[in-house]
């Protein structure tokens, strides 16, 4: 696909990659047969082709309209599309590359503007948070059943391990999941525990960055991650071997953050290692046999498991088969999931900015997650468990906590 890129942008980074990224797209279509919004909407420029012919047109100085701007806002960021792409388009970065371009150039109505601040103050204020939570989880039982299902339910206490051992590994602490889902980091350090790994927590790191950098906050989200990297970098110089993350969208975007932060003199080479030494929980136990798990993390009751691989693990990490693979490994029973490369609908802030897609799209997934009645449907992701848990009543967890379920149950 040809291009000619304005000449304010021709020489800088993002021109230079937009022109790349452009021009290495065939326009075939094969995306828009796995693009969940043109699926629903099945309207050209809700699919990638034609986000990216919109792109294109605006980076070449034709105007940025209110309508372009819907429909790049449409897009959940799933990056199903690169899954699919023959020719390698690096469709996510160019979608960054145009989103920036519009919020400078065609500023939002006032009420989008205030809408995505709050969004952002809320989700990053952990005490305005943590208020609001602790509130709604009080007055859970007055609410209709709809409400219910999004205000989960105070989790135990767990303890964190105390055992040292000389493998080491940090953790993200996280933003919203430490007070949505506790449960989950105590999970992880658990049964790193039982691997003889110590997960180190590093209470000075938080958010990583990705909710304002998704929508268009850029330096609040590079702010962000260079706090991260300060946190851990005392660490990361003491010999700590990696840093795990147990929420695959924070995940794929600290694997970014070299790329992020690239033009950055005082960062660029630390953010780079960082990104290098990041793997999700599962890449850990993904190197263990069935003969090592087995016996560490058999289940504890007999029952059938329906697994959601995020999008942000198998087409933003590159990890489709790791969660099962594991579970398999460890002798649980899943359930076949139709359409299992499909977006749930939560993709970070969408489902809050977008909620009648995301409603539609959450639908879509638990009618295939439910088809064979599992007991609980299990995912890597605080935002696609929450999002999954509003819409059913069966239980949904993060597939750590049932490895560290069997841990627990095992006498001391």
């Not at 391990?161 to 602490?173: C, D, S």
């Not at 525990?193 to 590079?222: P, Y």
């Not at 909620?355 to 799209?361: H, V």
Request: charged share 20%.
């Amino acid at each position: 696909m040809q291009t000619t890129i304005i000449a304010s942008l021709r020489h800088t980074q993002p021109g230079r990659d937009a022109e790349h990224i452009i021009r290495s797209c065939v326009h075939c279509g094969f995306c828009n047969a796995t693009c969940p919004t043109y699926q629903l909407l099945g309207d050209e420029l809700d699919g990638p082709r034609g986000r990216i012919y919109q792109i294109k047109q605006i980076l070449e100085g034709q105007p940025a309209t209110e309508q372009t701007q819907l429909h790049l806002d449409r897009c959940l960021t799933c990056r199903n599309c690169e899954t699919t792409c023959p020719s390698g388009v690096r469709y996510g970065n160019l979608l960054d590359i145009g989103r920036h371009y519009l919020e400078v150039h065609r500023p939002r109505p006032l009420w989008q503007r205030i809408q995505r601040r709050l969004v952002l103050m809320f989700i990053l204020n952990s005490r305005l948070f943590g208020s609001v939570l602790f509130i709604a989880q009080r007055l859970r039982a007055l609410l209709p059943q709809s409400w219910r299902r999004a205000i989960p339910v105070p989790q135990p206490w767990r303890a964190w391990p105390t055992r040292q051992h000389a493998r080491k590994m940090l953790l993200l602490e996280g933003c919203v999941q430490p007070l949505l889902a506790p449960s989950i980091n105590a999970a992880a350090a658990t049964v790193l525990n039982r691997l003889d790994i110590q997960l180190l927590r590093v209470t000075t790191t938080g958010c990583c960055g990705a909710a304002s950098h998704h929508t268009s906050a850029t330096e609040s989200g590079k702010a962000l991650a260079r706090r991260n990297i300060d946190a851990w970098w005392p660490q990361v110089e003491a010999g700590a071997e990696a840093i795990v993350i147990t929420a695959s969208g924070c995940g794929v975007h600290v694997k970014d953050y070299g790329r992020l932060l690239a033009a950055d003199p005082a960062y660029a080479d630390k953010a780079t290692r960082i990104a290098q030494l990041t793997r999700d929980i599962s890449e850990i136990l993904a190197t263990q046999s069935a003969e090592v798990l087995r016996p560490l993390f058999k289940p504890r009751v007999t029952q059938t498991i329906a697994v959601h691989t995020p999008c942000t693990l198998q087409h933003g990490q590159g990890l489709p088969d790791n969660i099962e693979s594991i579970l398999r490994r460890c002798g649980y029973s899943l359930t076949r999931c139709e359409e299992s490369h499909q977006c749930c609908g939560s993709a970070g802030t969408y489902s809050l900015l977008q909620p009648r897609l995301a409603r539609q799209l959450r639908a879509r997934k638990l009618h295939h997650l439910l088809t064979d009645h599992p007991a609980r449907i299990v995912t890597a992701n605080i935002g696609c468990l929450s999002h999954l848990a509003a819409g059913t009543d069966t239980p949904v967890n993060h597939w750590i906590e049932l490895l560290a379920e069997s841990v627990y149950a095992t006498p001391a």
